[in-house]
């Protein structure tokens, strides 16, 4: 008898955004995306940016699911901004890739697990706004990242979750405290996604498209375990469920 296959994941990597251009040209993924993949069942695959439209069409038509992971802001032309002086070190490059990717998922129904940065791409994919600068476009904002020097590079905070919503089903309560490093947000939620998680100041922690397969982008980084009290990996498994037809 032989093993199941795995259900293979497709990871966007990012180009290096560091150093000079012989580095520049290489493409990334982190241990921890790929390990959380792993664990789950999966066999993750990087996709990478350079791909031209053929082979975007036949990477998608082979993976059993697409994750975007976490990074810098996106750059204004992809959020339709002329210009914006709080945006952090965004790249072209991987803006096209991340968006190619999230509008292939939402088109085919491919199941989507959108990490940090990832679910800012898939709201902007979908049509939805950001907020480009958390600290000066909502008041009262909590703290969501912090900057270095204040020790370890994770805020923690707690996240509310709407009943009903796939993230409130696969954590198994209402609420969670999670890790934060991000510097954007959901805004407006793209067609057909809704809001399924905030922090207290109001701060859109996910969304979710409730027609497809599996579509969930996460403000926090479930692939890192940096709160012991929250288990993430059922995120994971969930999405590996689905990728594998379940
Ligand atoms: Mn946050």
């Known amino acids: ?8 994941i497709g990871i966007v990597a990012h180009p290096n955004q560091e150093g000079p251009e012989e580095v ?15 664990r789950a069942g999966g066999l993750p695959v990087m996709l990478v940016p350079v791909y031209d439209e ?3 069409a036949e990477a998608f038509a082979r993976v059993d699911g697409i994750m975007l992971t976490g990074g810098w802001d996106m750059g204004p032309e992809a959020m339709g901004l002329v ?3 709080k945006i952090e070190n965004p790249n072209a490059l991987r803006d096209q890739a991340d968006l190619t990717a999230a509008r292939m998922a ?18 902007v994919a979908a049509g939805g706004t950001l907020v480009v600068d958390i600290p000066s476009e909502v ?11 204040e020790g370890d590079v994770f805020q923690n905070h707690a996240v509310t979750l709407a009943e009903g919503s796939l993230i409130a ?11 934060s490093f991000h510097h954007q947000a959901v805004k407006e939620p793209g067609l057909g996604l809704r809001v399924s998680a905030r922090t207290a100041d109001g701060v859109i922690e996910a969304i979710e498209h409730p027609q497809m ?20 990996q059922p995120i994971f498994e969930r999405f590996l469920q689905a990728a594998s037809g379940g």
């Open 1 to 8: 008898m032989t093993a199941a296959r795995k259900p293979l």
């Open 24 to 38: 520049n040209s290489r493409y990334l993924g982190r241990k921890d995306d790929v390990g959380a993949i792993l």
């Open 54 to 56: 053929e082979s975007w």
């Open 83 to 85: 210009s914006h002086l």
């Open 106 to 123: 939402l088109a085919l129904n491919k199941p989507l697990l959108a990490i940090c940065r990832g679910a800012q791409v898939l709201n």
């Open 139 to 149: 008041p009262g904002a909590l703290k969501h990242r912090r900057v270095p020097g």
């Open 169 to 179: 089903d696969i954590m198994g309560s209402l609420e969670i405290l999670s890790n």
């Open 213 to 232: 397969r599996f579509c969930l982008g996460l403000q926090w980084h479930p692939e890192e375990h940096s709160v012991p009290q929250t288990n993430m």
